[in-house]
């Protein structure tokens, strides 16, 4: 078959443009132009996925563009997909830098994986008193129901039970009971509970009112109010005042000489109780017995300073306490440390009216007492009868130890420094001659002013204080109309002055007690 001209000529061309082509592709696998062209280094798109009409494979006839161009990090889910959204987009330029090329940046890191939220509680986890029954008119009777959430939610691990806000719940004596119950039940007080005042639901005493045993993990948290309604209780009537309420009088008779406690934990670890407030107990407002790994902060603890035994906070048989940024304002010691208590750390505490701080009384009724590792500091207390104070019966044996007081700020205080181990709480008291032996207390940084007495230091002949130490103590006189002021008191009491006290404190004995009575094998706890 005959080829014409045109036939050829178009042969031709398509032999003209295979040989081409063949060039081409020949340059571009020799490697010629291809570092001009490339895009970025496929580790720097690492996760970006096929990127649809990149702009980082044009030049746009720019020159001086940095081959460099920063991958853009692509946000990931919890569950590890990426998340769909713009991507593709890349940084900015680097800025020049003085000299003829640029200045790069390192680089970009990953973002740091999200914190592991709490789940938030679900609907089936949070067991609100009202679904219950409970009616928080402030006068219905609400026991049952709160028992009924307890008892559902004490079934459930993590679980809430609610005291919803805006609501007053009248609740009798109760028990939040474990050991059998799940951990780590949190107990979302928003409400107020107001304690029973007849006395017939208190029979012929309880000692507490609202008790949480044997739990692990249990927090009592929220913006509510524990109010114990004391004055019930404490108040008493006054014959010459013909507005009093002769029915208010009868009641008040009926009450039962013991008076409970208004919340109590018992054998429980891990144990938090913040931000709620707990006013007008009957006696003490919150007390540990038996517990480990506690945290009390951010408290308001309030109830009128002539309120008989109504202790702040109560610690016995307790270790791994801290309590902080609280204010507690009552009858009586404001912390009151007892027996079996070690590694107890109190400081940004806020106390008056009251009694101060205390360790003690120890040693009652001839028991053994062991108290140790116990800090104090940070601490402001006003008009309040003690300070920080050591006190033990005679009779007692054990030991208290380790003990430091510091930063602690006293405004119209009666006696801001104090070890009695004469204690008393009676017009008299038997002489005897064993006692809790005291040893290691320090004092550092107490300034402020006194009212009867700067320090009282009496111990005991057969046990004498000892190691004792005073630095930067600062402490002057304030004349009150109905209080005398006195000197230094000490007697027995053996240990180091390392700055110069104001007032001076020259009856304390620089060194060691003679012999070895300070601690004797009974001391040893």
Known sequence: MRLGLKGLTFLLFLVLLVLCSSVHLSEARSGKHWSHNRA??????????????????????????????????????????????????????PTPSSGTGYTLPPPPLQPPPPPLLPAAPSQDTVFN??????????????????????AAACKVETSTVLVPSELEFVVGPISFSGPYCKPNILFQLDGTILAQTSARVWGSGLLQWLEFTKLTGIAIQGSGVINGR????????????????????????????????????????NVTVTGITIVNSSQCHLKFDSCQGVMVHDLTISSPENSPNTDGIHLQNSREVSIHHTNMACGDDCVSIQTGCSDINIHNVNCGPGHGISIGGLGRYNTKACVSNVTVRDVNMFK?????????????????????????????????IIIDQFYCDKTSCRNQTSAVAVSGVQYENIRGTFTIKPAHFACSDNSPCSEITL???????????????????????????????????PCLQIGKPAGNSVLSDGDVC
């Open 471 to 505: 630095t930067g103590i600062q402490l002057k006189p304030l004349m009150v109309p109905q209080f005398h002021l006195y000197n230094p008191f000490c007697w027995q009491a053996f240990g180091q002055l390392y700055t110069p006290t104001v007032p001076p404190i």
């Open 129 to 150: 008193v009202v679904d219950f029954g409970a009616k928080g008119d402030g006068v219905t009777d609400d026991t049952q129901a709160f028992e009924a959430a307890w």
């Open 230 to 269: 004391g004055q019930e209780w404490w108040t008493y009537s006054d014959p010459n005042d013909d507005d009093d309420n002769d029915a208010f009088r009868v009641e008040l008779d009926k009450m039962p000489q013991i008076k409970p406690t208004a919340l109590r934990f018992y054998g429980s670890s």
């Open 40 to 93: 970025p280094s496929t580790s720097l798109l690492r996760g970006k996925g096929k990127a649809k009409g990149s702009s980082s494979h044009k030049q746009n006839g720019k020159g001086n563009q940095s081959p460099y161009q920063p991958s853009p990090i692509t946000p990931v889910s919890p569950g590890g997909s990426p998340v769909q959204g713009r991507g593709g987009q890349g940084s900015t330029m």
């Open 384 to 416: 309040t009868m003690n300070g920080v104070r050591i006190k033990t019966w005679q009779g007692g044996s054990g030991l208290v130890q380790g003990i430091r007081f510091s930063n602690i700020q006293v405004s119209e205080v009666q006696t801001p």
